[in-house]
């Protein structure tokens, strides 16, 4: 408890210390063994508890995204940020599901024509805010399922989990599913 008050003291010390156009990120990863929970908060922008122990790995400067790996060596990777970061949406105009087309729309694209991958939109949801999709080599060397999702607030969330034979299509889907349904922002 003392750990939560020290991080709460310090989230306020810093967002009362305002930067003009900076925002000061508190990234944090806790694992709760009785109740087999890791949880990754990245402040402001969006936390999430991944069901099991999660090991931090790297971090990807460039995208934000965060790796974990589990017991399994399953692989994944959270990214939470604005959604006026892009520059398909520098002016910030695009929101909610809007946003999501336009990202998934920039991202697929990059992927095909610099990379020449296979992308296939699996699902998307207007109502909760989420486009699932899977992005493949044809030797299947890369093997990834993405999830983008937006909060009201227009902070995006990327989850997504790599190549791995441990895991099927199916439970690679229902996992982040539940991770961006279950997701407390």
């Known amino acids: 408890m003392k750990n939560i008050l020290i991080l709460f003291c ?11 156009q900076a925002t ?9 063994s ?7 908060l990245y402040f402001p ?4 508890s991944l069901p099991g122990k999660w090991v931090e790995t790297k971090y990807d400067s460039n995208s934000k995204q965060q790796y974990f790996t589990n017991q399994d060596s399953v692989i994944i990777a959270i990214a939470f940020g604005p959604c006026n970061k892009f520059e398909f949406n520098a002016d910030g105009n695009k929101k909610g599901f809007e946003f999501l087309e336009a990202f998934y729309n920039w991202e697929s694209k990059y992927f095909i024509e610099e990379h020449n991958l296979l992308v296939e939109k699996i699902e998307e949801d207007t109502t909760t805010n ?8 044809e030797d299947r060397k890369l093997d990834t399922y993405l999830l983008f999702g937006i909060s009201p607030n227009c902070s995006f969330s990327n989850f997504s989990i790599q190549a791995t034979k441990k895991w099927s299509s199916e439970k690679k889907i229902e996992f982040l599913k539940n991770l961006y349904l279950n997701e407390s922002n």
């Open 45 to 48: 922008y969006g936390d999430v």
């Open 34 to 40: 009785k109740k087999n929970k890791t949880d990754y």
């Open 10 to 20: 310090s989230v306020l010390l810093l967002t009362s210390c305002h930067i003009q």
């Open 130 to 137: 989420f486009i699932l999709w899977h992005v493949e080599s």
């Open 24 to 32: 000061s990120i508190i990234s944090f990863v806790d694992y709760n």
